[in-house]
């Protein structure tokens, strides 16, 4: 199940959408809410998004149509998860805060085309 960091509770186990990994919520008065892992994993592409890529996430899905959007949409069949999926409208919003080559974007777009997604 995904849920979302602004429904989760605190003291809870919950398991990673990507590496299965328990993470737990923090956040709070000076910092939004947001899941992290008990056990870092670097080879999980989940762990250790900054801030900066969860604020956007969240100000991508608060500006479409409520109930239209998943954030962290896992596609198993292209092995992708995507940071916002407008799902009615089929158009994937993939949030880069750190350096990626032209061919993992071109991939990436490749990827999500066939699977019916712009």
Known sequence: V???ADEAAKQLDYYCL???SIVRLRGGFHR?????HLQPDRTCRQNGKSLTHLQVQCAIR????AGECELEKKFREIGRIADVAWV???IIFEVQ?????AVEIE???RDYSSVGYE
């Open 2 to 4: 995904c849920l979302p």
């Open 32 to 36: 939004r809410n947001h899941f992290f």
């Open 18 to 20: 990507e590496c299965g």
């Open 107 to 109: 991939a990436r777009n």
């Open 97 to 101: 805060c750190s350096d990626i080559t």
């Open 88 to 90: 009615s409208r089929k």
């Open 62 to 65: 608060d500006l479409l149509p």
